[in-house]
Structure formats: structure tokens, C-alpha cells
């Protein structure tokens, strides 16, 4: 047992690192999203999926077969644009899915638990529109199989780290991450938009009496959520290299997970918990087997629930200092 | 309360008085004519399955298998389900969990040891109860939202386990689960009917059960904790006991719908027990009227009869394009929710304290709609202690 730990600790470690970074970007749609209307947003992982999806058209429109050859900038380039193009789509699914399901319900005062099941209703809509009619029309195959993506960041080492080694696909996710957060994190701290935000978060109507439209805030917020959940899926599509219409479910409880291992409200303890995550999800399959990684996760839920309720930073988005 | 006519509740409340003038009239009948009501109830019970009634509510497949799964399911799980989110205010998104371990546990002893029926389905109600009662005792501290997700989390863990368990089948399920042996000189064997009559029992038992709950002293400390978790404490009511109680009461309920599914469906795998099935259970709770009986027993009977009887109209089909309307269902199933959240978030037929509860605008859920525990709240150090 203490060979294999030994033999694998580093390269799990690499893979958790960059699962996390995932995990981490969808759970900033969550952590925002409940800081500024105290809701799960429960068909965030939906506002995934669509990314998944609309990396994928841009992928397989440009390939011929099953691998895209690229030299390093062309590479960063596509990286950039399916970014940018799922961000743009996610970000844009978020904004009409608030308008739709959430904010009929938020003028009129309703329960959270109206709200929850409004949510669960979307994401089961959108989940078999696109097993049904977007993925059979689009591209022409079964909703309800996966669907691979061509690949276009080859496998190939970058560095050896010990036992281990970091490929080149691994170090771009987190990059490519850690850059999008640093970003948003600065958004929110320093921008009239993001006083906005914290703001709203901080008290609503004394936001309204000081002159801060609620309406325009949570719009922005469920936008800039939507957009984390693009890049995300532009990264796990090229990591993972395949998707489907139910791609969001357990990435979605999972990412949930992360925003509230690290403080839900909080964007640097979506940033830490998605890691932690990550990293303990690993660590535990070199012990358990890879196919007890989701039990895994849900029982730090529970246990992170059950011990620290408020998360591991506790310090919330209303909280964060300008 | 009068006088704080907001025009669209006072449409609300109009549209529905003959619902309201039925339940004045029902408080005030005699006992003859309440008694004579329920004999009707249980005559047009039993000859729902008469194929008259079938060849309209369900032309596409046997309406008596119909009967029993999904609809009689459906409704036995909801009643167990609202006695958690409906009476004591508890939002449970894993309650596909006890269905499990309710059918997991008729299947392992009727297949591995061979027992009857009957006394597993009493094991299984067992065993839900104790998995409610462990699941329960280092969460329901947890409110709202939080608990929402714990318990999702906890249906996942039980369907992850079943399937990455291979003593027991694995994610090949299993197979050969024997029938019920026979009862009252009716044999459980392949005709459909004996097993509509024994979850017909099921349900009127469940629903004798619930009601006599909700008016007890139970009740009542479940519908303080519903409304103010931390008032009720304060009056003296041991509000954990009585989460801890609603959660395993409504897991017992759940294990027992369980046990029966598996006896009749003779086959069963974890893919029978997914996340969809929590959520479609609490949704026919909310969508009927969470906390009113009759109202969760239509919505289970809404949810679960309209996508079959889907299946069968014909100018959906043609609308579709000669696809079958029945991959549909669970889509316009979606749809139908936000749609009704949108328009009439308390239900079909809301229980009344509930209705009020809205029109004062608190929400109307209780802890359900109150805050979760934030880092500057005082429950959170209460928590951390």
C-alpha cells in the first residue's frame, strides 16, 4: 500500500491540481450566485454543459479527423477562442435562465423552495433538449451517447516532477484558470461593477436606496457565473476530451462542494475548496479505486457540513474588503 | 389579515372557493357523512382498474401496471416525503435513498436467504428508518439549502455504493426477486392486480398514519419547527428530536414503498434509483401542495400519470414528427415545473396555514425560506460550539 501511494502520490497530486481548477471555476458560479440571492442556482451545471457543447461544435466544425495538428501558438489561439466563445454562450444561457426561472419568482417574494424546484425544472429542460433536439440536430448523432472531441493539445511531456510528469494539456488548464479567477477576482474587488455586487450581497435594500439596481446586478452576476462555467468547460473539454448532455450533474454537486468547503460567498475559498477537492478526490482513488471518487467527495460534504457549516475561509462575498 | 388585498391574491383566493367551500363544508360534516365519503373513496379505489377507466387514462399500457408504478409508487413515496418537507419543513433531495434500501433489502433477503416477502418488507422498514435516523443525527442541525444538498449527497453515496458493490450485483442489479407469497387467498405471481390491491392497502395505511400524526402532539411541534425553527426551541419543543423523528418516519415510509416495488418488479439496479426520482417526488409534493395530504396525493397522482399518458396522444405525435411523444415527457416535465413555480409556487390545493403564511409574505416555508446559517449569523457559533 505504501508503494503505490509512493508511486502514484505525485501524479495524483498533478491531476487533482488540475481538476480542481475546474471545479474551481464552476463553483465561482455557485459562490457568486448564492452570495447576491441567497440561492443554489441548480442549473449552474447546465450553464456547463452548454459550454461543453458549444467547444465541441467549434472543435468538430474544424476537424478533419480525430486530432487537430497545431503548432504551440496556433494551439493557445483555439484554446483562447473556445474560451471565449463558451464563456460568451454559458455566460448568455445564465442571463435568459435567471430571467426565466428565477426572476418571476424573486418579484414575487416566493419560498426558496419554489425557487429550488424552478431550478431543478430548467435543469431537466435543458438537460433533455439537449439530449433530444440540440445534440441529434447539431451533430447528427444520439443525445443521449457521449460525444468525443477531437483533440488538439498533445500529451507530451512538458517537465518531470519526481516519479511524476506534467504534461502540457495540464499545465494550460491551470494557467488558463488561475488567470480567469485573478481576473474576476479583481473585478469584483476594485470595479463600480463589483461594489455592485458586494453590495447587493451585503444588504439588498439598503443597495436599492443607495442608487444600486438589483435587477441590473443579479443579471451581471448569473452573466459573469455563466462565463466562469464557459472557460471551465473549454478547459475539461480539452482535458477530458469528451461530453454529453449530463456532463454537469456530479461536476455540478461537486463544484457545489467546492464553493462551500471553501466558504459559499466567497470567491478565493471557491478558488481553495475546488482544490482541496480536487486533491482529496485523487488522493483517495490510489486507495479506494477511481470509481469511489464520487462517494468520496460527498461524504467531505457532509463532513465539512456537518464541522464547519460556514467553510474553511468563512469569510463571505459580503464581507470581502474593497 | 384582512384588508391587505394585493389584487392577484385576491384572484387566487376566488378562483379557488369551491376548493374552500369543500374543506368548510368537510370541517363541519357529521361523522355519517364523513364516513360515507370515505366508503366511496374506497369503492372508486377499487374499481380503478376496471378497463373502462383504462382504455382512457392509459391506451398506450396495461393502466393496472400504471396504477402501480409509477402512480401508486409515486404517491406512497410522497406521502412519506411530505411528512418531511410538508410538516416538519425539512428539504430532503435524497429521499430516493430509503426507496432503495427499502428494495435492496427485499431483494438481498429473497434472493440470498431465501425469506419471504412479508417479513423483509418489515426488515427494510426497518433498516430505512435506522439509515434516516444515522443519516439524520449529525445533519438536520444543517437547514434549508445546506440540507438540501447533504441529503443529495447522501442519495448519490447510497447509489454509488449499490453499484460499486458487487456482492451485491453490482451495477448488474438483481435479478430473480421472488414474488410476495400469497395473502387473504390472493397469489403475487404475474397478474398485476393483486399488487394494485396491496399498495392500495399501503397508501390508505400510510395516509391513517400521517393524519393521525399531524393531529397529534407531533404534528404540532413539527408545524412550530416548520414555521420558526429557533421560536419553537425556545418554547420548549426538543426541535432535533422531532426532525430526527419526521426523518425517519418519512424514511420508513420510503423503505416500505421500496419493498413493494422490488417484490413486483422481481429486477432491480441502481440505474431504478437516481437523483430524478428524489426530484420528481419532491416536486409532485410541492406542485400538489406541500403539508395537505390531498393535495400531495394529486400532485403524485399528476406527476407520475401525465408523462403515460403522453405516451398515447396522437397530435402530439404528429407535432413531433412520428417521434414518440414518451421520450418527451420528461422535457415537458421540466418545462411544467418552472412554469408552475412561476405562476402558483404554493401548489395546487395549499394547505391553508400555508396560504396564509404567503399573503403575510413570510415566504411561507418556514425554515425552508429563512435564512441559512452565514458566518455572521448567531446560529453559526451556536453550530461551531
Known amino acids: ?322 | 389579515m384582512k384588508g391587505d388585498g394585493v389584487t392577484t391574491q385576491e384572484n387566487t383566493r376566488r378562483s379557488f372557493q369551491p376548493v374552500n367551500g369543500a374543506r368548510d363544508w368537510w370541517q363541519h360534516a357529521p361523522m355519517w357523512q364523513r364516513y360515507l365519503l370515505y366508503i366511496a373513496l374506497i369503492v372508486f379505489a377499487l374499481i380503478l382498474p376496471a378497463p373502462w377507466i383504462g382504455s382512457f387514462m392509459s391506451p398506450a399500457s396495461d393502466w393496472t401496471s400504471v396504477l402501480i408504478f409509477p402512480i401508486g409508487t409515486y404517491i406512497l413515496l410522497a406521502i412519506g416525503l411530505n411528512i418531511v418537507v410538508g410538516l416538519a419543513g425539512m428539504l430532503d433531495l435524497g429521499f430516493v435513498a430509503f426507496f432503495a434500501i427499502g428494495a435492496y433489502t427485499v431483494a438481498i433477503f429473497g434472493t440470498k436467504f431465501g425469506w419471504n416477502v412479508w417479513p423483509t418488507i418489515l426488515v427494510g422498514i426497518v433498516l430505512a428508518a435506522v439509515s434516516g435516523v444515522i443519516l439524520g443525527a449529525p445533519t438536520l442541525r444543517l437547514r434549508g439549502d445546506y440540507l438540501a444538498i447533504v441529503t443529495l449527497g447522501f442519495g448519490e453515496i447510497v447509489r454509488i455504493t449499490a453499484n460499486n458493490t458487487n456482492s451485491i450485483g453490482g451495477a448488474r442489479g438483481i435479478t430473480n426477486i421472488p414474488h410476495p407469497s400469497p395473502i387473504f387467498g390472493m397469489e403475487f405471481l404475474l397478474d398485476p392486480a393483486p399488487y394494485y390491491y396491496l399498495i392500495l392497502v399501503a397508501i390508505v395505511l400510510v395516509i391513517v398514519f400521517s393524519v393521525r400524526l399531524q393531529k397529534s402532539r407531533v404534528g404540532r411541534a413539527w408545524a412550530a419547527i416548520r414555521e420558526d425553527e429557533d421560536a419553537a426551541e425556545l418554547m420548549g419543543v426538543p426541535t432535533f428530536k422531532f426532525k430526527l423523528l419526521a426523518f425517519a418516519i418519512g424514511a420508513m415510509i420510503g423503505g416500505f414503498a421500496g419493498g413493494i416495488y422490488a417484490s413486483k418488479a422481481v429486477f432491480i439496479a441502481p440505474d431504478n434509483f437516481p437523483f430524478i426520482l428524489s426530484a420528481t417526488i419532491l416536486a409532485a409534493v410541492v406542485l400538489g401542495g406541500a403539508g395537505n395530504l390531498p393535495g400531495v396525493i394529486l400532485g403524485a397522482f399528476l406527476v407520475a400519470w401525465i408523462p403515460e399518458r403522453l405516451r398515447s396522444v396522437e397530435w402530439l405525435r404528429h407535432l413531433l414528427g412520428d417521434k414518440d411523444p414518451a421520450e418527451y415527457r420528461i422535457l415537458l416535465f421540466g418545462a411544467v415545473l418552472v412554469l408552475m413555480m412561476a405562476l402558483r409556487p404554493e401548489g395546487i390545493l395549499p394547505s391553508r396555514q400555508r396560504k396564509a403564511e404567503l399573503r403575510e409574505g413570510t415566504g411561507g416555508m418556514g425554515s425552508l425560506g429563512g435564512e441559512v446559517a452565514g458566518p455572521d449569523t448567531e446560529v453559526a457559533a451556536e453550530v461551531a460550539k
Open chain 1, 1 to 322: 500500500m505504501l508503494q503505490t501511494l509512493q508511486d502514484q502520490f505525485l501524479g495524483s497530486t498533478i491531476g487533482g491540481l488540475v481538476l480542481g481548477s475546474i471545479y474551481a471555476l464552476v463553483a465561482l458560479g455557485y459562490t457568486m450566485v448564492y452570495g447576491v440571492l441567497r440561492l443554489i442556482n441548480f442549473a449552474h451545471s447546465e450553464i456547463f454543459m452548454i459550454g461543453t457543447m458549444t467547444s465541441l461544435f467549434i472543435l468538430a466544425s474544424i476537424a478533419t479527423s480525430g486530432h487537430i495538428v497545431l503548432g504551440l501558438g496556433a494551439m493557445i489561439l483555439l484554446l483562447l477562442a473556445l474560451m471565449l466563445a463558451s464563456a460568451l454562450l454559458s455566460g448568455g444561457s445564465a442571463v435568459v435562465l435567471e430571467q426565466v426561472a428565477y426572476r418571476p419568482l424573486r418579484k414575487r417574494g416566493s419560498s426558496k423552495l419554489a425557487a429550488l424546484i424552478s431550478a431543478i425544472g430548467a435543469s431537466i429542460f435543458l438537460q433533455e433538449l439537449f439530449a433530444l433536439v440540440i445534440i441529434p440536430n447539431v451533430f447528427g448523432k444520439s443525445g443521449r451517447v457521449p460525444q468525443n472531441a477531437p483533440r488538439f493539445v498533445d500529451r507530451d511531456t512538458l517537465f518531470p516532477v519526481g516519479n511524476a510528469v506534467v504534461r502540457t494539456d495540464q499545465v494550460l488548464v491551470i494557467i488558463g484558470a488561475v488567470i480567469v479567477m485573478v481576473v474576476l477576482d479583481q473585478l469584483v474587488r476594485r470595479t463600480r461593477i463589483g461594489r455592485g455586487i458586494r453590495a447587493t450581497a451585503q444588504d439588498p435594500e439598503a443597495a436599492v436606496l443607495m442608487g444600486v439596481s438589483i435587477d441590473r446586478i443579479v443579471r451581471i452576476t448569473f452573466l459573469l457565473g455563466g462565463a466562469m462555467a464557459g472557460v471551465a468547460s473549454a478547459l475539461y473539454l480539452m482535458e477530458l476530451e469528451n461530453t454529453g448532455y449530463r456532463v454537469g450533474f456530479v461536476l455540478g454537486i461537486k463544484a457545489f462542494t467546492a464553493a462551500v468547503l471553501g466558504g459559499i460567498g466567497n470567491l478565493r475559498g471557491a478558488l481553495l475548496g475546488g482544490i482541496v477537492l480536487g486533491l482529496v478526490e485523487n488522493w483517495s482513488a490510489i486507495f479506494l479505486g477511481s470509481e469511489w471518487k464520487d462517494v468520496t467527495a460527498f461524504v467531505v460534504l457532509v463532513l465539512v457540513l456537518m464541522f464547519r457549516p460556514t467553510g474553511i475561509l468563512g469569510e463571505s462575498l459580503q464581507r470581502a474588503r474593497a
